[in-house]
């Protein structure tokens, strides 16, 4: 089990990216929550196996359809024992 925080710069918010994020984790069985910052970045944590963090990692580099990221800061935590996934 691993933990990743990362904060999406870009295009990021008003393009359904922190619902996307939910449902990309939880298909992918990562716990952890997504939420908006008021400097228009987003900013999510992700728990769970190592290979499927580092897919919803890559996942952020990408967001949804509409998206247009333009950096992503990655950061190791320790885990948390999260379950769920939680749009905040």
């Excluded at 990216?17 to 944590?45: F, I, Q």
């Excluded at 963090?53 to 190791?76: F, K, N, S, Y």
């Amino acid at each position: 089990m691993i933990r990743r925080r990362v904060v999406v710069s870009g295009r990021v918010q008003g393009v359904w990216y922190r619902g996307t994020c939910r449902r990309v984790a939880v298909a992918n069985g990562v716990a952890g929550w997504v939420r908006n910052l008021d400097d228009g970045r987003v900013e999510a944590a992700f728990e769970g196996p190592a290979d499927a963090v580092e897919r919803l990692v890559g996942w952020a580099r990408e967001g949804p359809e509409h998206a247009a990221v333009t950096a992503v800061d990655v950061h190791d935590e320790p885990p948390e024992g999260l379950t769920g996934f939680e749009v905040r």
